[in-house]
């Protein structure tokens, strides 16, 4: 079966910390993306990756960076963190296109 | 830009009630259509999907048919029970190009024994 596996379903963290937030993915897909999910806001894309070593910036990517070294491994950095970044994080890979996408479980990061 | 709507939440039913979640897009082309389903404290799942006009996608009793006429794709149960509730996400993406897929704002469903 899919399965997408994020590293940790809960951090917390201090401000001007640098947080990586991981994600592995066991089903050779082409595409990752990484979202934060707020209550009243729905899902918004931070960044995605459509193959190795190749990003492309989504819908909010101020203060995050990626990194895609392997197909399985995508990876969220938080360069410094602060408090409004908040949230829930969710980590999604799909296969191509118009491919349904498949999510980790999430990871509810607090920043203090 | 595509787009996709769908109505507000929560809904709260009793359950045996039946369902209707609407959810209209604007997309150029011919967008795959997608409802995802999210339980308290996980990610979202595929519940189902529809990828050309007339299609109907269904899974767990929930369906949903690929309407182009009127660009929806409402997703409908018979008779929900309470481990239905959740948060319930309409989406698309585009066979070529862009990358992204598009997702609704979510619609919460109650059900209550």
């Known amino acids: 079966d899919v399965k997408v596996t994020q590293s940790s379903r809960y951090l917390v963290k201090r401000t001007g910390e640098k947080v990586f937030l991981e994600c592995v993915q066991d089903?050779?897909?082409?595409?990752m993306f990484w979202y934060r999910q707020d209550p009243g806001l729905g899902l918004r894309l931070i960044y995605f990756s459509y193959d190795v070593k190749m990003k492309e910036k989504g819908d909010i990517p101020e203060g995050y960076s990626v990194s895609r070294e392997k197909k399985e491994r995508f990876s969220l950095i938080l360069e410094s963190a602060s408090t409004n970044q908040t949230s829930m994080y969710l980590c999604?890979?799909?296969?191509?296109?118009?491919?349904?996408?498949?999510f980790g479980d999430g990871t509810r990061l607090s920043i203090l | 830009g595509d787009s996709v709507t769908q109505m507000e939440g929560p809904v709260t039913l009793s359950e045996e009630a039946f369902l209707t979640i609407n959810c209209t897009y604007t997309?150029?082309?011919?967008?795959?259509l997608f409802w995802y389903v999210q339980y308290p404290g996980e990610g979202l799942q595929l519940l189902l999907k529809?990828?050309?006009?007339?299609d109907k996608g269904s899974n767990k009793g929930f369906e949903a048919t690929y309407r182009k006429e009127t660009t929806s794709f409402h997703l409908e149960k018979g008779s929900v029970q309470v481990s239905d509730s959740a948060v319930y996400f309409c989406a698309l993406s585009q066979a070529t190009g862009g990358f992204k897929t598009i997702f609704g704002a979510g619609t919460r469903l109650f059900v209550k024994a």
């Open positions: 089903m050779d897909h082409e595409n």
């Open positions: 997309a150029t082309g011919y967008p795959s």
């Open positions: 529809a990828t050309k006009a007339d």
């Open positions: 999604a890979s799909r296969w191509t296109d118009n491919q349904p996408q498949h």
